[in-house]
């Protein structure tokens, strides 16, 4: 019988022997966000813990949440942050991560989640599709071998991810009946929520042993943060990411076409900063 958590991936899989170091440290940014990421993708034990927590009589969500989600996220967690260690030997990853996750623990908590089952699961749609995106981003411009087959990897999990929030989603909207304008609202707030918080933390921590000059200095941070996520912006997956976005609403087909011009403007805004 099949492990029911059985990964569709093994960090084994990756081929670290075919590592170019020269291409991966010629692109100090890269590794930067690829850093940030590890920590983010690192803590979401946490995150876990509070759906689990808000789903806790729901045993299909929960147990997905439980047997599937979690481990595939903390797996992608572990698979960025030895390209790290590849990439910046001498980066002392374990002491940055715990420093970030001290303060990230402290804002990802339940109260952030959004009330009705249904909203936090659109919610949740937004959430892939950024990481999808971000995924998808830096598969297009890296040419180093192995961060190039390990964000195929990662997209394709975050997009499977999403297939299933949204599934859920759409179960609990025939109960909620939440209707197109309350889960706009709830996309929203979760675009503003990625924007606003979860990067600048992780970019914080991993300045705070790379590049410490960066957080003394608030003006230096944000011009070096907006150059990294400029990076990923233009290579943004504009039409995968607009679909995505567009489809927990659930327009019809004229309307969802009008709005893909200025949706993907606010996606580049605030999905990827």
Request: aromatic share 12%; charged share 35%; glycine share 4%.
């Amino acid at each position: 019988m099949q492990d029911a958590r059985a990964l569709p991936w093994k960090l084994e899989d990756i081929d670290f022997t075919r590592f170019d170091a020269e291409k991966a440290r010629a692109d100090e940014d890269l590794i930067c966000l690829i850093c940030a990421s590890s920590f983010i993708e690192s803590g979401s034990d946490l995150y876990t813990r509070n759906l689990v927590e808000h789903y806790r009589d729901d045993e299909a969500v929960r147990t997905w949440l439980d047997d599937h989600w979690e481990h595939e996220e903390l797996q992608h967690g572990r698979a960025l942050a030895t390209y790290v260690r590849h990439a910046w030997p001498d980066f002392d990853w374990d002491s940055a991560f715990a420093d970030f996750f001290a303060e990230y623990g402290a804002v990802c908590t339940s109260e952030e989640l959004e009330p009705r089952r249904g909203l936090e699961l659109a919610a949740r749609c937004v959430v892939e599709t950024g990481t999808a995106s971000l995924y998808r981003a830096i598969h297009t411009q890296t040419e180093e071998p192995v961060l190039k087959q390990l964000t195929e990897y990662i997209k394709s999990d975050e997009v499977r991810h999403y297939s299933h929030f949204y599934k859920y989603f759409r179960a609990y909207e025939k109960r909620e009946r939440n209707g197109r304008w309350r889960v706009l609202r709830a996309v929203f707030r979760r675009l503003m929520e990625i924007r606003n918080e979860d990067g600048d933390i992780a970019l914080r921590h991993v300045f705070a042993y790379r590049r410490p000059e960066l957080n003394e200095d608030p003006e230096a941070f944000k011009q070096a943060s907006s150059r990294i996520y400029g990076r990923i912006r233009k290579h943004l997956p504009a039409e995968m990411t607009v679909k995505m976005l567009l489809k927990p609403l659930n327009l019809p087909p004229r309307l969802s076409a009008g709005l893909q011009t200025p949706l993907t403007k606010l996606t580049e805004r605030f999905v990827l900063r």
